[in-house]
């Protein structure tokens, strides 16, 4: 619970940064850094209480976003978008509404598996999202409150 109250006073800063470490995208063990104050495991991701999310023929296991965010001290209600950014630069940007949604999940698995190396350890599904939605190899996370 040290992690939380430290994580709640550095979240009213303009920005928080989730930094998600790994040397490369598919290997070695997949963790998250919270802006070098924090480190989350993906078997304590797994701990969360988990969901599943339909995309086209597969169902995908993982975090509600929203929970995660709560999970580590964000306040939510105070977001005002999240952005997620994968090992290639890639972003996708959520706005509010979506990121209080029950649409977005941080995946870990899909159809009962890890997910495969070509999706990266951590991957993003919105559900009934467009395909330019989705991101995997999820690298960081920001969140602008």
Avoid: N
Wanted: aromatic share 8%.
């Amino acid at each position: 619970m040290k992690i939380r109250k430290k994580l709640l006073v550095f979240a009213i800063g303009v920005f928080f940064l989730l930094v998600l470490s790994s040397s490369m995208p598919c290997s070695g063990e997949w963790s998250l850094k919270l802006t070098a104050q924090a480190e989350i495991k993906l078997d304590e991701l797994k701990d969360l209480p988990a969901v599943e999310a339909q995309r086209h023929d597969s169902t995908y296991k993982g975090v509600l976003l929203r929970d995660f965010l709560t999970y580590v001290g964000i306040d939510v209600e105070k977001v005002e978008y999240v952005e997620l950014v994968a090992s290639d630069g890639y972003r996708v940007r959520y706005e509010a509404e979506l990121v209080k949604s029950s649409k977005v999940v941080l995946a870990y698995e899909k159809d009962g598996s890890p997910l495969p190396k070509r999706e990266g350890k951590v991957r993003a599904i919105v559900v009934g999202g467009r395909s330019a939605m989705q991101i995997k190899f999820v690298e960081r996370i920001e969140v602008k409150i």
